[in-house]
């Protein structure tokens, strides 16, 4: 959420950042008309509840001298419905201005390009050789269905469509790669956490994605419960309501998870395969770092991410998010994109943000700083370390052999027990 104090005293800022997104500023002008209404409500509040304190010393003062009150306290009567009432008012109004705050995106770095559609990001650099093949590659649809490592005719009749089952030495390849990058996050310092699949409403509204984005969420009937999109949307709530210390800081998580997205708006999209589908397992990295210290915590994250990517041998490029596609949350974003033989395409694989103090403010993470009388709010930040049945999608296609085969990873070979090559069936 953005700094109430900031909106009232430099709007500019945020405005700017508006502007650069192509955002109505109508919102910010309707916030601030709102807070306006919201003080000058309290001021009259505060107003009328220190004439009542008065009204109850005067009627204490006539009932101990035994004059007759009556007319003071019918005073004090109308005084307490007034009050209950712009009691009320108050209420709705703050309410009204918070929910308004709360669709305003945070504001970008000045770093972030430009953009009107996705194709405006700018790559910053590429790594690794694309595969040079001898033959036509095939898709991961034809590579999967063909080493029967994947169902997605029967798991529609299951689920319906955007599910499969996982099978024999796909699944063998997953929890490869889940031990794999969980082994690499653990030595590199992270703490190890399986989250809960199921977050209350706090933590989708602390995340960002309420309530901007509800259509992209599944959520419990009749239960204050939502499916968790990544691992993220649990542990950006791991310190709600808390104050760290500055020593603590940064703080770094991965967690590993079942992650569900309805995919709303993604009709036509990938609607053969694996590549995007409702329900699948990734590991996330999120830090809790101070202001100071975030931009070196998002280039770190991204370096780890790039050395996960790195050591499976897959080619990539890293790109710099532009302002038509960052999402609200994310004062800046890269993704890691990685050639996929079979679509002839780059496709995100990995995305690493800078959500500033913008989830912290909405979920109240701070930390006390020895040079400040009040806690300050932490930064947060978040990166794929591994979706992965995307990233079996990239191994499929870039480790493919001319008979069909897929050739495992030789960093995933430990995992496998002794399976160096997925074979057609």
């Known amino acids: 959420m953005i700094d109430i104090k900031l909106l009232r005293e430099n709007p500019e800022i945020i405005k700017d950042s508006q502007r650069k997104r192509g955002a109505d500023l109508k919102t ?25 304190n008065q009204c109850n010393e005067e009627i204490a003062r006539l009932k101990k001298s ?11 009567q109308k005084l307490a419905k007034k009050i209950s009432k712009l009691e009320q008012e108050t209420e709705n109004t703050i309410q009204a201005r918070n929910d308004m705050l709360s669709r305003i995106p945070n504001i970008l770095h000045d770093s972030v390009p430009p953009g009107e559609t996705e194709q405006d990001s700018v790559p910053l650099k590429h790594w690794g050789k694309k595969p040079v093949f001898k033959f036509k590659p095939q ?11 994947f169902d997605i005719e029967r798991a529609a009749k299951t689920s319906g469509a955007r599910f499969y089952f996982m099978k024999n030495a796909g699944v063998q390849l997953e929890l490869a790669l889940v031990n794999y990058t969980m082994d ?19 933590m ?49 998580y991965c967690g590993l998870s079942q992650c569900y997205r309805t995919e709303a708006g993604a009709h036509g999209r990938d609607q053969k395969g694996i590549f995007r589908v409702h329900q699948f397992e990734k590991v996330e990295m999120f830090s809790f770092s101070t202001p100071e210290k975030s931009w070196e915590e998002h280039d770190l994250l991204l370096k780890h991410a790039e050395k996960l990517i790195q050591n499976l041998k897959l080619p990539y490029r890293v790109t710099n998010i532009c302002t038509a596609d960052i999402g609200t949350t994310a004062a800046k974003k890269y993704d890691i994109e990685v050639w996929f033989p079979g679509q002839e395409a780059y496709r995100e694989l990995i995305s690493c943000s800078n959500c500033t103090d913008y989830q912290a403010r909405r979920l109240n993470t701070r930390y006390h700083d020895p040079n400040s009388e009040k806690p300050l709010h932490v930064h947060t930040l978040n990166s794929t370390a591994m979706p992965m049945s995307r990233a079996i999608v990239a191994i499929m296609e870039n480790y493919q052999t001319s008979k069909g085969s897929i050739k495992i990873p030789k960093v995933l070979q430990p995992y496998m027990g002794g399976l160096k090559e997925i074979t057609p069936k």
């Open 28 to 52: 910010i002008d309707h916030v601030i008309s709102l807070d306006k209404k919201w003080r000058d409500e309290a001021k009259q509040l505060d107003g009328l509840k220190h004439e009542r």
């Open 184 to 202: 690499y996050l653990r030595k590199a310092g992270f703490t190890l956490t399986i989250p809960p699949n199921l977050v209350r409403k706090r």
């Open 139 to 149: 898709s991961h649809v034809d590579l999967g269905l063909s080493c029967d490592i």
């Open 66 to 76: 035994k004059k007759d009150a009556s007319a003071k306290i019918k005073s004090m």
């Open 204 to 252: 989708m509204y602390g995340s960002g994605m309420l309530p901007l984005y509800q259509d992209e969420i599944y959520k419990i009937q009749d239960e204050d419960l939502y499916l968790i999109l990544t691992s993220e949307h649990a542990l950006c709530g791991l310190h709600s309501d808390e104050v760290l210390e500055k020593e603590q800081l940064p703080l770094r």
